[in-house]
Nanobody, 127 residues
């Protein structure tokens, strides 16, 4: 069973930055495909960024060139660096994980492909 614990959310002004962390346990970190999702009030969950096979990253168009996803295997931690934040980035951010399967297609930001989810961390961007 994989456990995921997010941290790092907060309130920042437009143009500010945050670093979100997601510490994983219960499974070899190197063998997890992982992603970040977010959900704004009254909106559906959306994929933000993903990292597959520990090197292949993918981003939603709305966050490209502003957000960076990375993994630190020494700390079993997934990160999301959020820069140049906008009010529309406000929401609860969740990390998600699924075990790697040899030969499988990368899940990218397809939420249905992920099995394990964290509890979420709130990001609020004020204008």
């Amino acid at each position: 069973q994989v456990q995921l614990v997010e941290s790092g959310g907060g309130t920042v002004q437009t143009g500010g930055s945050l670093r979100l962390s997601c510490e994983a346990s219960g499974y070899p970190f190197y063998n997890l495909n992982m992603a970040w999702f977010r959900q704004a009030p009254g909106s559906a969950r959306e994929g933000v960024a993903s990292i597959c096979l520990n090197v292949r990253t993918n981003y939603a168009d709305s966050v490209k060139d502003r957000f960076t996803i990375s993994k630190d295997a020494s700390k079993s931690t997934l990160y999301l660096d959020l820069n140049n934040l906008k009010p529309e980035d406000t929401g609860i951010y969740y990390c998600a994980a699924v075990q790697k399967i040899v030969g499988a297609v990368c899940p990218k930001e397809d939420g249905d492909k992920y099995i394990y989810w964290g509890q979420g961390t709130q990001v609020t961007v004020s204008s």
